[in-house]
C-alpha cells in the first residue's frame, strides 16, 4: 500500500507538449498520402508510442522512433 502519492509538473514538459503536438499532426499529414483510408494515423502512433515505453521511455528520441516504426508499419514498408 502507498501511503503518499505525488506528481510532478515539471515545466520544461508543458513547454515540449505544444511541439510534441506539432510534430504528432505533420506526422500525420506527411503519411496520408501513403496510408489506407480510414486508417487513424495517430491512434497508430499513440498505441506504437504506448507499447513502446518500456523499452524507449519517454522523450523526443523515444518519439521519434516511434514515429518511424508506425510509418513503416502504417505503409507497409
Do not use: C, H
Amino acid at each position: 500500500m502507498f501511503d503518499v502519492i505525488a506528481f510532478d509538473a515539471d515545466d520544461t514538459l508543458w513547454f515540449s507538449e505544444d511541439s510534441f503536438r506539432k510534430y504528432e499532426t505533420e506526422f500525420v499529414n506527411t503519411l496520408q498520402p501513403f496510408v489506407a483510408e480510414g486508417v487513424d494515423i495517430k491512434a497508430a502512433l499513440v498505441a506504437t508510442e504506448r507499447s513502446n515505453i518500456d523499452a524507449y521511455g519517454y522523450g523526443v528520441k523515444s518519439f521519434g522512433l516511434s514515429a518511424m516504426e508506425a510509418a513503416i508499419t502504417l505503409t507497409n514498408g
